[in-house]
């Protein structure tokens, strides 16, 4: 018998901003992004995913417009010149709005769709997913002293609470992904109790999205820099799709897909 979860999708990451934690101004220029996403799509992405904030610990938010004019041109050469479905990385509804226009795939909301209006704006968006992610505080300072009493218990009652939310406003429940939000608002402790019990959020019956390539949780463990860290976003990668996460996002994508390939073998049990 195969294992459902043996479909298991790579989300490649095109950060447009200046300041991202990882990869900070190397492709907020178009030409550089467009070669980037055309790499990852010869190495078998599944999902581009494009942000125009960064969201790592302690950074400023920008304006909407400003994330507009970052984004959307991106966006635009992206839906022109790949045939892969592209993700939109955002928390403000009028991002949300022109990237819609684009007839984008997915919103991928680090806020889990509580900006003014964007549950009613993505009801109206049939065909497209959401990501709903779980974040304690905002990213200025969501890395102050984190607490929780169960970290997986409380991250869940929050999505279950975020589900119930957009399907009251129309959200079809078959266009929702879940993302615990590693590094959003948890300690080194916490995003490992995270990992550890990760099968817990399939209580909630809805797909996983999961996000750890080269965080501090992985550097924190191994003591390596943020561009040292691939052997250590392959093994949580692996972790998370063997406990049944769908869809995992990456800056590497080549290896990710990779071992991705190796996970679905074995969950499909195809050589067994």
């Known amino acids: 018998m195969t294992d459902s979860r043996a479909n298991i999708e790579v ?3 095109i950060n447009t901003t200046p300041d991202s934690f990882s990869d900070g101004g190397r492709f907020n220029q ?8 055309e790499q990852m799509v010869n ?3 599944h999902w581009l995913d494009v942000g125009g904030e960064s969201t790592r610990p302690g950074s400023a938010g920008v304006s909407a417009q400003e994330e507009i004019d970052r984004v959307i041109p991106l966006v635009e050469q992206l839906r022109a010149n790949f045939d892969v479905p592209v993700s939109v990385d955002t928390c403000k509804t009028a991002v949300m709005a022109e990237a819609l226009k684009y007839k984008v795939q997915m919103i991928n909301d680090i806020n889990a769709l509580r900006d003014d209006g964007a549950e009613a704006l993505l009801a109206q968006a049939s065909d497209v997913k959401v990501c709903l992610m779980h974040m304690q505080g905002e990213p200025r300072t969501m890395q102050h002293e984190p607490r929780y009493d169960d970290v997986v218990v409380e991250v869940k009652q929050f999505l279950a609470s975020r ?23 948890k300690s080194v402790r916490h995003n490992y109790q995270l990992l550890q019990r990760l099968q817990a959020f399939h209580e909630l019956q809805l797909p996983l999205l999961v996000g750890m390539s080269r965080k501090s949780m992985l550097g924190q463990v191994t003591d390596r820099t943020v561009d040292e860290r691939l052997a250590g976003s392959i093994a949580a990668a692996t972790i998370a799709a063997m406990k049944g996460a769908q869809i995992i996002r990456v800056h590497d994508v080549k290896e990710t897909v990779d071992a991705m390939k190796i996970v679905a073998a074995t969950l499909a049990g195809e050589f067994a």
């Open 11 to 13: 989300m490649g990451i």
């Open 30 to 37: 178009m030409d550089a992004a467009l070669r980037q996403a």
């Open 43 to 45: 190495d078998g992405v």
């Open 163 to 185: 589900v119930r939310a957009c399907e009251g406003a129309g959200i079809q429940k078959t266009n929702i992904y879940l993302d615990p939000g590693f590094g959003f608002g």
